[in-house]
């Protein structure tokens, strides 16, 4: 048996009251206790066609009737449908137990202005509206199947008034409530739950991968080497090294600090010429 209030299957272990016979049934209460939530479902069992056999009384048949809860739990919409389609849907399933037809007729409504909103069918009435959705094809198939269903089941061709006016409470078929808020209920799935769910995983995923960039990387310290245009690095603290005062000599111009193992720059004469214009000798050298 499944608990009518947590959906939960459980051993069917019911304790029986004996109540009063009437004039053509016996009652008996059936309680039973749900291992999973802990709440008592109540039935009240009849038996009736009776017959008599040397006095005593037998029936032929027998049923019985939920009373406590008075319907059976269906599975709660998630937070993600919005109130004008699960007020709808909620109310369906309160009234399911005590009057078929109206849920049947507020599901029809609501799966109504489903299609409208959320599937761009054109206005017109409901079993024309699911027509446009199965031509056009863009609904998995199992949604598909399951919407043209629904105008078998309720037998539309029998029933035009359940497509021209689909909140109008008239007589249903077997099982046609119950299917209405099956396929009421993969709708919601298809159109808001799942959406809902592949954006906050893209979200979390993208959070991720913010957090997985590395750092920038660190710049070296300009108080360890300078890089001359030679490409070698030189150290300011090395005594051995010689600075040109000025750009005459050496292999790199500029202020680079340059190793030079020469007593006297490649340009050995006094003057050198640059620009065509001569210049005053100068002191080469001086230590750091």
Known sequence: MKCPHCLTAFHDNREDTPLLED?????????????ECGRFVFSLHEEYSRFQVEGDNYYHDERSFLCYPRAPSRTPLSEEVPDEYSKDYSEACLTLADSPKASAALS??????????????????????????????????????????????????????????????I????????WNLDVLESMF??????????????????????????????????????STNCGAPQFESDSRRYVP????????YGKKIFP????????????????????????YWNRI
Request: net charge positive; with cysteine.
């Open 260 to 283: 030079l193992h020469f007593p006297y720059p490649f340009n050995r004469s006094p003057y050198r010429m640059r620009s065509n214009k001569t210049v005053q000798p100068t002191t």
């Open 245 to 252: 005062k000025n750009t005459i000599g050496g292999g790199c």
């Open 108 to 169: 029809r409504r609501c799966l109504q202005h489903l299609l409208r909103e959320k599937a761009g069918v054109k206005k017109g009435n409901l079993a024309d509206e699911i027509q446009q959705v199965l031509s056009a094809g863009k609904l998995p198939s199992y949604l598909l199947e399951s919407l043209d269903a629904i105008r078998n089941i309720g037998n539309f061709a029998a029933h035009p008034i359940k497509s021209t006016a689909s909140g109008e409470i």
């Open 23 to 35: 004039r053509t049934s016996r009652w008996t209460l059936f309680r039973r206790t749900c291992p």
């Open 189 to 226: 799935d298809h159109f808001f739950v799942q959406p809902a769910l592949l954006k906050k995983k893209r979200d979390a995923l993208d959070a991720k991968m913010k957090e997985a960039v590395k750092p920038e990387m660190k710049k070296p310290s300009n108080k360890l080497m300078h």
């Open 171 to 178: 007589d249903v078929e077997p099982g046609e409530a119950e």
